[in-house]
């Protein structure tokens, strides 16, 4: 087995294990390194970019590693898990679209839903992007000024999930 196969499987472990939970910054390659006595960083960068693969981390130039799952993604039903947040947000639009209230409950600590959080912020920033841009592309479009309010409470949602973690 290659070195970065090994690796892999023992960082995955302490992912898994939740040794290191959703948000944790890895420790440095060379730390790494030191830590499991391996000379090449290149070897640490193979391993981490296996487990990027899986979606258990996220790799920020010059910044770190950070554990973004606790599964991975070959264990996780993804297709299952983006339609059931899409059926959320459709049923939050249709509300939006009748003017009336409506509370949806999300978990972000829900262990069957780990990748949620960065789902949905990405659903919701990529949304508001969406609506910004069809305004600039066409002020005139009759549901413009909508669309504006579309994108702030799709700012303001995400911004209430990313202080809710």
Known sequence: MAVYHALADRLRERITSGEWRVGTKLPSISELQGEYGIRSLNTVRAAQQRLAEE?????????????????????VDVPGELAQIRDRLTTVLAAMDSQSKHSLTIDLDDPAEPHLYFVLTDALEEWAGRM?????????????????????????????VEDAV
């Open 132 to 160: 910004r841009d069809q305004v600039e592309d066409e002020p005139d479009y009759p549901n413009s000024p909508h669309h504006i309010e579309w994108a702030e409470t799709a700012d303001r949602l995400r911004q209430k």
């Open 55 to 75: 979606g258990l981390i996220e790799t920020r130039q010059g910044v770190g590693a950070f554990v973004v799952g606790t599964e991975p993604l070959r264990a």
